[in-house]
C-alpha cells in the first residue's frame, strides 16, 4: 500500500526538478543527444542547433558526456565546428575530455550505479558577433570506429558571469 505514497512524492519530486532546471534565467540551450547500443559510432556527427540574439553577452559553451563506467579508456577525445549564421566556420578545436581518474580508473563526474555524466567549459566567454542561429557539431576522435559506453552527448549554453 505504500506504493501509492510514493509513486506521488516521486512525481512531485521530478516537477521540481525539471522547474528549476527551467528557472535558470542565464540558460540559453541545452540538448542532449543518446546512441543507439551506447555506442557513438565515428560517423555520427551530432550537430545542435541554438540561438543567439544578445551579442553583447559572452557565453560559455559545454558538452555534455554520459558514459558508463565499463568505457575502456580514461578520457575521451572530441573535436567540435562551430558554424555561425552567416555559415561560415568560426571555430574547430580538439578537447580532451577526462572522464576517469588516470591512475586509480574511478569514474569522475556525478551518476549512479554504472552510469555518470560530465560537463566540460569547452569554450569559455565565447563572443557571438552575429544574432542567429548557431550550430555546434561534435565529432568523437578517438582511434576507433565504434566507440561502445558512451551513451549520449551534449551541448549547453548559459551566459558567461560578468565578473571575469
Not at 542561429?133 to 578517438?142: A, D, G, I, P, S
Amino acid at each position: 500500500m505504500h506504493c501509492y505514497f510514493r509513486f506521488p512524492s516521486l512525481l512531485l519530486g521530478l516537477v521540481l526538478v525539471t522547474l528549476l532546471a527551467a528557472c535558470n534565467p542565464d540558460q540559453v540551450f541545452e540538448k542532449n543527444l543518446d546512441f543507439d547500443d551506447r555506442t557513438w559510432a565515428v560517423q555520427e556527427k551530432p550537430t545542435f542547433e541554438f540561438q543567439i540574439e544578445d551579442t553583447t553577452q559572452r557565453y560559455d559553451v559545454y558538452f555534455n558526456v554520459r558514459n558508463t563506467s565499463s568505457y575502456g579508456y580514461y578520457n575521451l577525445y572530441v573535436r567540435h565546428t562551430l558554424i555561425g549564421p552567416d555559415g561560415k566556420q568560426i571555430s574547430r578545436l580538439l578537447h580532451q575530455m577526462i572522464l576517469m581518474d588516470p591512475q586509480t580508473g574511478e569514474p569522475l563526474g556525478s551518476g549512479a550505479g554504472d552510469i555518470f555524466d560530465h560537463q566540460f567549459l569547452a569554450l569559455p566567454r565565447q563572443q557571438f558577433h552575429q544574432p542567429g542561429t548557431y550550430k555546434v557539431m561534435l565529432e568523437q576522435y578517438m582511434r576507433q570506429d565504434q566507440l561502445p559506453d558512451i551513451m549520449a552527448v551534449g551541448v549547453r549554453v548559459v551566459k558567461s558571469p560578468t565578473a571575469q
